[in-house]
Structures are given as C-alpha cells and as structure tokens.
C-alpha cells in the first residue's frame, strides 16, 4: 500500500505512486535427443503464476481561516497505479526426443495472472476567502503482454498408447483475473466560489500471445 498526505494552509497536495513490473521466463523441456521408455504418464508442464495486490491513495488537504489573508486555497490528491507483466511459459519436447509411453503423454504451459489494484484521490479544501478549489484524481494503466507456447518439436517421436495432449494456457479463459478500481473524490467548503474537479481512469492493455502445436515431421502413434 502506498500512500501520500499533504496539508497546508493555502495550497496542499498529496500524490501516491505505485509501479510493478513482473518479468521473466519459466520452462520445462526435454534434452534435444532424450529417450525414454516408460510404462507411466510422460508429463513435461510449466505453470508460472502472478498474483499481487497494490493500493494507492493520495490525499490532499488546505485550509485558510483567516479572512481576506489570501484569494485562493486549494487542495489536490492524486494516485497512481502502474503494472506491466510481460512473463513467458514454455513446454516443449525436444526436436530428438524419442517417447514411448504406456500411458499419456501431456505437454502443456500454463501462464496466468491474479492482479488487484486500487488508485484513490481525496482532497479537502475549506477556506474564508474568495475561491476554494479542489481536486482529486485516481488513476491505474494495467499492461499484460506474455507469451505462452506448448508444443512437440519436428523430428520427435512420441509412441503413446494413451492420449497426447499438447495445451497452452495464457489466461484467455479467465484464469486472468484483473480488479481494476480508481476512485476520486473531492470536497470544499466555506469560499465565496467552490470549484471541485473529480477524475478517474483505468486503462487494461491486454496483448497476451498464446499457441500450441505438434511438429510438421512428428512421428506419433497411438
């Protein structure tokens, strides 16, 4: 939690600023020419997991008492939420592998996303004076850009008197879970003239690239 407080007798503001980036790459594989004989599931799988939780508040408080001492008091609170998460999964079984299984063979990369954040912006302006201004402003950019991939490469050999199962998972079937609030809010009292101004913005950017594929030249058998 991230917070900013700010007071004065004329002017006060108060701004949080909240920034998490997650990257990185998780992998499982085969060696190129593996080769393996077995009488169990063959199970080659990779999941990477994000979760995190971010709040911001920023509060902004002015006030003048004395009459006439000045024209204006003003008060702004602001907060912002940045996230930006461009991880990578992979499974993969290599271009020489060689499988032969009893059972199943499964080859799959999960890559999914548990984000909660939540921006506020208060701001309290009380003045005897002419003008009395506030402003509050809350605000969360939310990125996803991963990349996830399953496959089977060209040139293996995967033997299997069960099932071959090759997925790919990037969050696609709401295994993202993105909470997304931005609240502002802001109040003034006592001025001849009272002005407040009141704003909140969440943009998501999703751009997740996702496949899964077995190899042109695999040889499988089933």
Request: aromatic fraction near 4%.
């Amino acid at each position: 939690m991230f917070g900013g407080v700010a007071q004065s007798n004329t002017v006060g503001a108060g701004a949080a600023l909240n920034f998490q980036m997650d990257s990185g790459s998780t992998i499982a594989t085969s060696n190129a020419d593996m080769t393996l004989n077995t009488a169990n599931d063959v199970n080659i799988s990779t999941n990477a997991i994000q979760d995190g939780i971010d709040i911001a508040v920023g509060v902004g408080a002015a006030k003048n008492s004395k009459n006439n001492e000045t024209s204006t008091a003003a008060a702004v609170g602001g907060s912002f939420n940045v996230s930006v998460d461009t991880t990578s999964a992979n499974s993969y079984l290599g271009s020489n592998a060689k499988i032969e299984s009893a059972k199943n063979v499964n080859v799959t990369a999960d890559n999914t996303s548990l984000l909660i954040k939540v921006a506020g912006g208060v701001a309290y302006s009380s003045a005897k004076s002419d003008n009395s201004v506030g402003a509050g402003i809350g605000a969360n950019l939310n990125v996803l850009s991963k990349t996830t991939d399953a496959y089977i490469s060209s040139g293996a050999y995967v033997n299997s008197s069960g099932d071959i199962n090759v997925s790919a998972n990037g969050g696609k079937n709401f295994t993202d879970m993105l909470i997304s609030a931005a609240v502002a809010g802001a109040i003034v009292t006592g001025a001849d003239s009272a002005y407040t101004f009141d704003g909140a913005l969440g943009v998501d950017v999703i751009a997740n690239t996702t496949s899964a594929y077995i190899g042109s030249s695999t040889s499988k058998l089933q």
